[in-house]
């Protein structure tokens, strides 16, 4: 009985917490995206965008002009309920009648839909430069199918297209969603060009205003961040991300500072490097006379190991 006594009281102390004013305690979970049904979405948009490679299975269908009519139209439909859902969330929506909401959800959902043919393009360009890019790569549908920086991507393709519209939430939520899958964190803001490949990808992180040209490469690890977010709130629309031009390749670990900052074309910026400042076009980036220690199990025999001169991303120890 003791027990029990005990359970209550703490189950009152909880339930009077909640009654402080938090903002953890907010209860509107009619007034806020269902993060569920939103992955659910991002789920069937990728076999929208890649419609042979996944498939619905809930249905029986006997051709597939079928199948992506009744895939797209699901979509629409839960798409267009959330959107509506999320546009309570956005300033100057608090007045807005809920027919009022759902018009605009309605104009939006349509602006999204008549994007995907362009997503297409942009994906079809990002598995392209995946194969020829690495040459680990066996065929086209190893990459749909496995590589994680191909899923990041393609999930930024989709969520891009929502923040340009305006909607709140959803594609923070889609993005977030691929960088619980894949360790690749890409803001949905961050505009990126054609042909893009990610190799590897774990721990790539690409903030909101970042712009990226037409074929660029990037490793594994590799931050394009801004210099300070001391300012907070008041930083909000600036440019703090870096601009990589054409053809850029950055190798694992590097670094990329500051809304300023502008990669040029051609560049290839070598493995560990900090920048914090613009690079000219053609450029070739490393860490010079960087000395690795290597000690034997019993402490003694030190060696050194110097990295050459432009070479700062591989190391060879004779």
């Known amino acids: ?53 996944f498939r619905e299975n809930s249905y029986r269908f006997y051709n597939t002009d079928s199948r992506l009519t009744v895939l797209l139209e699901d979509v629409m439909y839960n798409l267009n309920k959330q ?3 999320a546009l309570k969330q956005k300033e100057g ?5 809920q027919e009022e909401l759902e018009e605009e959800a309605q104009r939006m959902s349509l602006e999204f839909f008549r994007k995907i043919p362009k997503i297409r393009e942009y994906v079809e360009t990002d598995v392209i430069a995946a194969f020829e890019g690495d040459p ?5 549908s190893e990459i749909i199918l496995c590589y994680p920086g191909l899923y990041a991507i393609t999930t930024n393709r989709i969520a891009h297209e929502l923040y340009l519209l305006g909607i709140p939430l959803i594609p923070r939520m889609m993005t977030e969603y691929a960088h619980s899958r894949t ?5 949905p803001g961050a ?16 903030g ?9 490469k990037i490793y594994q690890g590799v931050t394009l961040g801004g210099l300070s977010t001391r300012g907070g709130q008041s930083l909000k629309g600036t440019k703090r991300h870096p601009t990589i031009k054409d053809r850029v390749t950055i190798y694992s670990g590097a670094s990329i500072f500051g809304g300023e900052t502008v990669i040029g074309e051609g560049v290839v910026i070598g493995s560990s490097t900090f920048i914090t400042s613009s690079i000219e076009a053609g450029a070739r980036v ?16 030190l060696r050194a190991c110097e990295l050459e001169d432009n070479d700062s991303w591989y190391c060879s120890c004779l």
């Not at 929506?93 to 009648?97: P, R, T, V």
């Not at 680990?136 to 086209?140: G, K, M, P, T, V």
Request: net charge negative; hydrophobic share 35%.
């Open 1 to 53: 009985m003791a027990f029990e006594t005990e359970i209550n009281e703490i189950v009152n102390t909880i339930l009077a917490d909640y009654k402080e004013e938090r903002i953890t305690n907010r209860v509107d979970l009619f007034d806020q995206p269902d993060t569920l049904v939103v992955q659910d979405i991002l789920t069937k948009m990728m076999k929208i965008v890649y419609p042979g490679y």
């Open 83 to 85: 959107i509506t859902i």
């Open 93 to 97: 929506n608090e007045g807005k009648k």
């Open 136 to 140: 680990a790569a066996f065929n086209y």
């Open 183 to 187: 360790g690749i964190d890409i803001h």
């Open 191 to 206: 505009s990126i060009g054609k042909y893009f490949f990610i190799d590897h990808g774990t721990g790539i992180v690409i």
């Open 208 to 216: 909101e205003t970042t712009e990226i040209g037409e074929y660029v």
């Open 286 to 301: 490393s860490i010079k006379n960087q000395e690795m220690n290597i000690r034997s199990g019993n402490q003694k025999d």
